[in-house]
T-cell receptor
């Protein structure tokens, strides 16, 4: 059973470009979470999704950031018109439905560098 | 609202000595507590969790943590440190009364184990 997969692992963008980060949850997991880790800081919650639904987006910046988890395919975190301050590691996590959902598994992260 | 404090940015310990990484939390409902470890350029790996039951929780790689409700603490411990334990450690909490599974992380503590 493959773990949570994220791609790309490293992404370089110039200011003003778009960044698309992909996350494939563990098999059988229907809950996806995105976290951002700035250099030398802890992880900050961004958004919590289930299939085709955004459950909690209280940690998402109001502009330029969006997330989706379609019925088919990976979850996507999209950052439009990137700025240098968006440079960070973005981690996706997944958990299963039901009693096991207290256990959250993290992917290896996507390191975004904005030039 | 929920929050986690890890008061030490870095903990230094000699190999073979016991180690403690401190964590205190604040949550309005029922605390579910977690410890994760992060190695360089990797995602977070689950170490252990407290949901209910015995206050002393045993986890992976010989780590354990003690839940102390009166002190709102969940310190991570290991009787004998290894050089390979050197990594970044994160404490996390979520409100067990909340249907969502949003984890709030502390800022992290870097553990350095010297030979």
């Amino acid at each position: 059973n493959a773990g949570v997969m994220q791609n790309p692992r490293h992404l370089v963008r110039r200011r003003g470009q778009e960044a698309r980060l992909r996350c494939s949850p563990m098999k059988g997991h229907s809950h996806v979470y995105w976290y951002r880790q700035l250099p030398e800081e802890g992880l900050k919650f961004m958004v919590y999704l289930q299939k085709e639904n955004i459950i909690d987006e209280s940690g998402m910046p109001k502009e330029r950031f969006s997330a989706e988890f379609p019925k088919e395919g990976p979850s996507i975190l999209r950052i439009q018109q990137v700025v240098r301050g968006d440079s960070a590691a973005y981690f996706c996590a997944s958990s299963p439905l039901g009693a096991g959902r207290d256990l959250v598994f993290f992917g290896p992260g996507t390191r975004l560098t904005v030039l | 609202a929920q929050s986690v404090a890890q008061p030490e940015d870095q903990v230094n310990v000699a190999e073979g000595n016991p180690l403690t990484v401190k964590c205190t939390y604040s949550v309005s409902g029922n605390p579910y507590l977690f410890w994760y470890v992060q190695y360089p350029n990797r995602g977070l790996q689950f170490l252990l969790k407290y949901i209910t039951g015995d206050n002393l929780v045993k986890g992976s790689y010989g780590f354990e943590a003690e839940f102390n409700k009166s002190q709102t603490s969940f310190h991570l411990k290991k009787p004998s440190a290894l050089v390979s334990d050197s990594a970044l450690y994160f404490c996390a909490v979520r409100d067990g009364n909340n249907a969502g599974n949003m984890l709030t992380f502390g800022g992290g503590t870097r553990l350095m184990v010297k030979p």
